[in-house]
């Protein structure tokens, strides 16, 4: 069973659900060089990818996203979602470089864990990271991920093919 979508917080960030009016800064963020390569996002991110994206929000069950907020400012994004229906949650996590290393990814990952084993019966919760995606790696350590172990040519990058990634995971 899922949890009904709502707003996270903690004292460094708010994570408002995704709404229509995010357009502007979700692809503002979608579209920074830094995010966009590791995120598997379509180069440019349009008006059309970001309509696609909230049509499938809206009609899917299991899917969360989150705009992150931090002092004020929409800064970052956050989205999990168990498209099985099986209690095994993926995700993943961008925040503008202007505002790396503060700790904010650190702290809705944090959020977000809680959210899915308290509010939506999560029995595993996962993110895939790449082996030299070393911040990513450290904001899994930070929150208590365990490295499961490398899978060679795994997932499909939009730009680079099958390429080799990390799984990390908690479990209940
Ligand atoms: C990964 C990302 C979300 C981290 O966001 P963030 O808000 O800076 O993360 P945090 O501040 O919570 O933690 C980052 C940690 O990585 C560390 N770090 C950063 N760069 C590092 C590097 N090159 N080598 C080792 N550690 C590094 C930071 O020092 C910090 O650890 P600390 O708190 O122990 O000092 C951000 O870099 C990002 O948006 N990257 C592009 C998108 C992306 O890669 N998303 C994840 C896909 S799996």
Redesign the pocket.
């Known amino acids: 069973m899922s949890g009904k979508v709502q707003v996270l917080e903690s004292g460094k960030v708010r994570l408002i659900p995704l709404a229509a009016e995010h357009e502007a800064e979700f692809l503002r963020l979608a579209n920074i060089p830094?995010?966009n390569q590791?995120?598997n996002k379509p180069f440019p991110y349009t008006l059309t990818h970001f309509a696609e994206q909230l049509g499938s929000l809206q009609k899917s069950k299991n899917y969360f996203v989150w705009m992150i907020e931090h002092e004020g400012s929409i800064i970052g994004v956050i989205n999990t979602a168990d498209p099985r229906d099986v209690h095994l949650f993926q995700g993943?996590?961008?925040?503008d470089p202007e505002?790396?290393?503060?700790?904010?990814?650190?702290a809705a990952v944090r959020l977000v864990k809680e959210f899915l084993f308290k509010e939506c019966g999560a029995v595993r919760v996962q993110?895939?990271?790449e082996p030299d995606?070393?911040?990513?790696i450290?904001?899994m350590e930070?929150c208590g991920y365990d490295r499961e172990g490398l899978l060679k040519k795994f997932y499909s990058s939009a730009s680079r093919g099958l390429v080799d990634v990390l799984m990390y995971a908690v479990v209940r």
């Open positions: 830094e995010i590791r995120v993943g996590y961008w925040i505002h790396w290393g503060k700790g904010i990814a650190s993110a895939l990271v995606n070393l911040a990513s450290r904001v930070k």
